[in-house]
Structure formats: structure tokens, C-alpha cells
């Protein structure tokens, strides 16, 4: 289906009520320095959040989750268990799940575990342009969890990485870039206050898991996340533009945003 722009943000607004009247449960195997962050946005949004994260337990339990978060922030031998087999059951059971390659380039465990599991078709693959870029295959990475590439550097490989894996790429930057190999939009909101608070970009993979569920459309699903997520930090960040405060105050945007804020802020284009 084509979305404009308009389209994808009524879309947006519907998804957003549709996730806080349907309460998605979403599993997170994730890092240990944003386990928390990442419960409490969802919590915050409408979701809920479970962190099944050992073998043994992650695969059943993703046949039952609404979706699925796989993030490498801190991938040890146990998780990386536990994501192969998540990973595995979610595809068996029709579960969408989100990969999200934290700091994959040079470094010799999670680079080669990101591109195994990037050939098991995530729904959604999201981070920043040199993970994105380190994923596909074309890049070493960045400066461990920073970028050294730029989102419109990283858009000809985004665009390539959809149509092979049959996913959707979401590019995070200053303006973020979300691509299904055929369709692309750019989300012109946010603050550079994520950056500076713990699980700023990992919390924004649970949220697009928690709204992949919604809808078959993992393009539009996965715009709806970034426009919410980006519009709240945004609101939050010009109320409290300084990291102690904006913390705390990004999970009340989460939960107050509503409709009329979404369509007066996001800059969908």
C-alpha cells in the first residue's frame, strides 16, 4: 500500500490509540545498561515490557509476545543463545521482531552474530548509519555506539539491505530515515538530548517492536514509532533542555502525547 506523508501520519495517530487500547506485550532481549529505560518507555507509552532474555524461556516466549526486541548492546554468551532461539520460535509463530545491531563493525563477536541474524529477516532492522551501514556488509562501524556516517550516506545501502532481507531499515540520526527498499520517508523531529541520556536509541527498538504488531504495513508501523517517539523527546527536550531532567520528562511526554500534538509537531516528509 502507498502512504503519503498525511497519509502515514492519521495512520500515526490511529496506531497510537490502537497500542494503548490493545496494551502489546513486547519481549526484550536487550543491554544491561538500558534494561530499565527500555521497560519504562514502553510502560509509558501503553505497551508492556517483559525482559525473557535465557535460554529455554526466550523461544516460548516469543510465540506468545506481540513482538520481538533483539539488541547487541551487550551480547553475552547466554543472550546470544537466547536470541537465536527467540529468534527462531517469533519466525515460526509469525512474531515481529526488530533487530537492533548496537556498535556491530569491527568487533569480533556481535559483528558476525548481526549478520547471521540479519539473514533471518528481521521485520525491522534500526540504527544508527554506521551499524546500518556495518550490518549490510559495506561498513566497519562506527566509534563503538557512535556514528561516524551520516543518515543520506547510509540511504542507497538502507534501501538495498530492505529489498534483501524483505524488512523494513530505520536509519536514526538528526533527521531519521525509515526505507522498505521501495517507499521512503524522513521524521525532521527529535533532540539532541537523546543522546545524552542512557537508552536513547535503544529504547526506540522496543517501541518499534511494539507497534510492529499492529499492522501487517511494518513501513507505516515503524513511522508511527520514530514520529511518536521523536515528537515526545521533542516536547520534553524544549520544556527541559538539559540530560537529569529531560530523562524523567521524555517518559511524561510518552504518556500525555496525544493526537492533536502529533499532528500539529511531526515533520513527515
Known amino acids: 500500500m ?3 506523508p498525511e497519509d502515514l501520519l492519521e495512520f500515526t495517530c490511529s496506531a497510537l490509540d490502537r497500542l494503548r487500547e490493545s496494551q502489546p506485550l513486547v519481549q526484550c532481549i536487550t543491554n544491561s ?3 530499565n ?4 518507555a514502553l510502560l509509558a507509552l501503553g505497551a508492556s515490557a517483559a525482559m525473557v532474555d535465557i535460554p529455554e524461556e526466550a523461544g516460548p516466549f516469543a510465540r506468545v ?3 520481538l526486541l533483539v539488541n547487541l548492546g551487550t551480547p553475552t554468551a547466554e543472550q546470544r543463545e537466547a536470541m537465536r532461539e ?3 520460535a517469533a519466525n515460526e509463530a509469525g512474531t515481529p521482531w526488530v533487530l537492533d545491531p548496537v556498535a556491530v563493525g569491527a568487533l569480533p563477536v556481535r559483528t558476525p552474530l548481526g549478520h547471521a541474524l540479519r539473514d533471518l529477516r528481521p521485520a525491522v532492522i534500526r540504527g544508527n548509519a554506521s551499524e546500518i551501514l556495518a550490518v549490510a556488509g559495506t561498513g566497519a562501524g562506527g566509534r563503538g555506539v557512535d556514528a561516524t556516517d551520516d543518515v543520506d550516506s547510509a540511504e542507497p545501502v538502507a534501501r538495498e539491505l530492505a529489498a534483501r532481507t524483505g524488512g523494513v531499515v530505520a536509519v536514526s540520526g538528526p533527521v531519521d530515515l525509515v526505507t522498505d527498499g521501495e517507499r521512503t520517508v524522513r521524521i525532521a523531529n527529535g533532540t539532541r538530548l537523546l543522546t545524552l541520556v542512557t537508552g536513547g536509541g535503544c529504547a526506540l527498538g522496543a517501541v518499534i517492536a511494539a ?3 499492529l499492522d501487517d504495513d511494518r513501513f ?3 513511522v508511527a514509532a520514530i514520529a511518536v517517539y521523536t515528537v515526545a523527546a521533542e516536547v520534553a527536550g524544549e520544556r527541559f533542555p538539559a540530560p537529569g531532567t529531560f530523562a524523567p520528562a521524555f517518559l ?3 504518556h500525555a502525547l496525544d493526537a492533536d500534538t502529533l499532528r500539529a509537531r511531526a515533520a513527515l516528509s
Open 37 to 40: 529505560v527500555t521497560a519504562n
Open 252 to 254: 511524561d511526554a510518552l
Open 86 to 88: 527467540a529468534v527462531v
Open 211 to 213: 507497534f510492529a504488531g
Open 65 to 67: 509476545a506481540s513482538g
Open 2 to 4: 502507498t502512504r503519503t
Open 220 to 222: 507505516a508501523t515503524t
Open 33 to 35: 545498561v538500558v534494561v
